[in-house]
């Protein structure tokens, strides 16, 4: 990669008193590419997010945004804007009076203004509404005021900061489509804060998973869920059986049950402890492939939601194993099983990952 | 045995039907309580309404009412010393009023943004006038002006009022303050505004409604002020309030009766604007205004 | 390299501007330092002043004004000022209770105009109003009339010049520092607590008793002071209701300055007041602590 990133964080730490909410972090962000930063709440991704914006100053390390360090700049000479989780709208201002703030403040003539305010609340759909105030709007109209106002000074880089998670689920997932084409449409650099790693998964090409004031893994969805890195991510992200045991030889000797052949890891030493990890849709129930690692339960749950059936199979006493079943015109009856049978299920050895 | 005591099946009535009957029983109108309230609003306004009652009799007396008559009003306006001293007073509450609230909202955002030693300091200073009785603070504010060899006057009486008066616009203000949302003041930062620009352009105009209210609050309170009008006031020409004192104090002078009534009305009308200002800005009024809750 | 960087904490001081609270905070603060708290210190320290031949102040060390505080004439002002303070007091928290809790139970969507009703008088001019008030309560007036047309009073009962027109002109002055904190605590008082109250102790008294008032007590607690600062500073009902048998520590206090001119004994009475003042407010805010630190718990 040797373009420039939009935004790079050099070993940039955050220390309140005497805890760290950011803790050297090492961040590449490139220009074009919707970024999440992804985690549970206290994870430091809000703290990180505004020290991009100049909000905060790193107590430690530097911010560059297009290869300018501008660590210590406030937040009114950094060419960023913000999409606030409260939207943070003016209510004593008109919607365009909103939207044209940012321009106004900058010196553009007064029929430029006019002009860009009309074009971006067109983009937000907000047209007819220029002369409405704030709190005439419902929740997500006002998100997309603070869309269009921080999106029509055209920033190299937009902050959001939980945007979405004051909508209701259906408004929230028509939103992050419109986000996601809006994204496209003025091919601006979005680094997008969320705890929700559906919407994460959904709308990003490069997610940061962070936890603790650390980037845990960073990489395009796909990546951070087939392979993730560290327990924590393949907890935090989806459902996984988390199996904890000892490595040696190619193989993880379970805790509570057998041992899992997993293939040689020379970057794991002999005898440490580890965990192995198994997404519950990646494991088989029947139409066996030859090279699978095979085992046997017995079921203990069947539950059925819909387009899927998860089984709670218990693969020795004190470990049971969770079996995501698509339900689809495919399947078969007699592939369906209830509690107490004894059944076979298996994976293909590449879905199933030890984690050090 | 269980913990909670169920319903037994036995129970003639339904729970439902008893449940009515609580309400209907707690919201029942209990006589006693609304009795005492009532008479309590008619002491409360009786004083008020003798006053305005006996401004307009014809006669002197304040016990028997002569006839409607218009000449005590009439003498008030014709009363040169009075006039002039109502003129001190408006030019005392107007001073006041723009010194303390210009100073009160700057120390109110201040107080609730600024966390330092310094802060909690200053928190700590601005009580001091809201826990000291007003004779304590006269008395100072005299010694103070005496011993600086500040000869008393309309000024220094306008001081006193100013100091006594920024506590109360801070502490209706604080409360405000510290209701905004600090991401709006951040917004107009990211925006390209400066701090002080992001104070000027966004926090003030979202609390204007509540400095415009506490303002009107403070010129009807200095108005009527008269303690530490009367310890800090020079002869000539005193505030109306110290006038009123004095008149009261040295007999009946139906006059007063007419200034008394005409400044009950005025300062009832500027403490209801008070009140109102918030809900012509839509929001939710009032009584909060008073209390700094 | 990082050695050869500008230090980067110079050049963050304040990059976000915070310094402005505290250029905003400055002038309010040092005006009230200036001229508020610089004058009581004035006071304290010429409460051990002395007087020249004319009798205007002189700075000193003369213990002779805090030792006339002694004087049988000024405890005894002081006892009185006291008991008149913590009277009207417990007579405010008795009308103010049923007042305030009427309105907020039973007011429905009036209350709030109830309560309008309420301040915005006692929040107009207080000389007018307690002169309407002695008005009210004098010889001839309504209040005894009406108590003698039911035989309650006979044709010598008199309210005023008396410690019951003290009394009556100071609760009549500040009730309304009884009825907001009250109000509000009532307010507040989620009407299920009653209902569950009902349930768990039946009778309304008995919920009162062991409901309803502890759950406003700091309601009360903050109103008794709201009262008690200024009932025990007045000197206009004292003057207007009581005449010269009754007078209070702010009666002497203006005496000293106006009448007496006897300036360091004013002062130290002023700081005798100020103590006592001192006293009430810390014991407030030592329950107030103990009963957060309970609820807390």
Known sequence: MDATPAVRLDGVSKQFADSYAVHRLDLDIEAGHFYSLLGPSGCGKTTTLRMIGGFSDPTEGSVLLAGEDVTGLPPNRRNVNTVFQSYALFDHLSIADNVGFGLKRRGVARAEIRQRVGEMLELVQLAGFADRRPRTLSGGQRQRVALARALVNRPAVLLLDEPLAALDLKLRRQMQVELKQIQREVGITFVFVTHDQDEALTMSDRIAVMNEGRIEQCGTPEDIYEHPATRFVASFMGTSNLMTGTYRDGEVALEKGPALPVGTRSDIADGSAVSVSVRPEKIWLSDFEPGMSMLSGVIRETVYSGPTTTYLIELAPGLTLSVLEQNTARARMEDRWSGGETVEFGWRPEHCLVLA | ?293 | MALLRPSSRTRRRDANGTRIWTWLMLPGTLWMTGFLIASLVLVAVLAVGTTDELGNPRFGFDLAGIRALADPAYTEVLARSLGYALLTCVICLLIAYPVAYTIALYGGRYKHALIAAIVVPFFANYLVRMYGWSVVLSDDGPVLSALRAIGLADAGTRILNSGFGVVAGLVYGFVVFMIIPLYAALERLDVSLIEAGRDLYGGPVRTFFFVTLPATRQGAAAGLVLVFLPAMGDFVSAQLMGGPDQIMIGNLIQDKFFQGQNWPLGSALTMLLMLVLLVGMLGYLRRTRKDEAEALR
């Open chain 2, 1 to 293: 045995m269980t913990l909670v005591r169920m319903p037994s099946a036995t129970a003639p009535a339904s729970p439902t039907s008893r449940t009515r009957a609580r309400r209907a029983r707690a919201h029942r109108r209990p006589r006693v309580l609304i009795a005492v309230t009532g008479l309590f609003f008619a002491l409360l306004y009786l004083p008020i309404a003798v006053v305005a009652l006996f401004s307009f009799n014809s006669q002197k007396s304040l016990t028997v009412f002569d006839g409607f008559s218009l000449r005590w009003y009439r003498a008030f306006v014709h009363d040169d010393v009075l006039i002039a001293s109502l003129g001190t007073s408006l030019r005392i509450s107007l001073v006041a009023m723009a010194g303390s609230v210009i100073l009160g909202v700057a120390l109110a955002l201040g107080l609730v943004r600024c966390r330092t030693r310094l802060g909690s300091l200053a928190g700590l200073v601005m009580l001091v006038p809201l826990i000291t009785p007003e004779i304590v603070t006269g008395v100072a504010s005299m010694l103070l002006f005496k011993g600086l060899g500040v000869p008393l006057s309309t000024a220094t009486v306008m001081l006193a009022e100013i100091t006594f008066s920024i506590s109360y616009v801070t502490v209706i203000l604080r409360s405000r303050v510290a209701a905004l949302n600090p991401e709006v003041e951040e917004a107009a930062m990211d925006l390209g505004a400066t701090r002080w620009q992001a104070v000027r352009l966004v926090t003030l105009p979202a609390l204007l409604p509540a400095v415009l209210a506490s303002a009107v609050l403070i010129f009807a309170l200095v108005f009527d002020d008269f303690v530490l009008a009367y310890f800090t006031t020079g002869v000539d020409p005193q505030p109306l309030s110290v006038r009123i004192y004095s008149a009261i104090r040295f007999g009946v002078q139906p006059t007063i009766n007419a200034v008394g009534t005409l400044m009950l009305a005025g300062s009832i009308a500027l403490i209801a604007l008070a009140l109102f200002i918030p809900r012509l800005f839509g929001r939710r009024g009032g009584l909060d205004i008073l209390s700094g809750k």
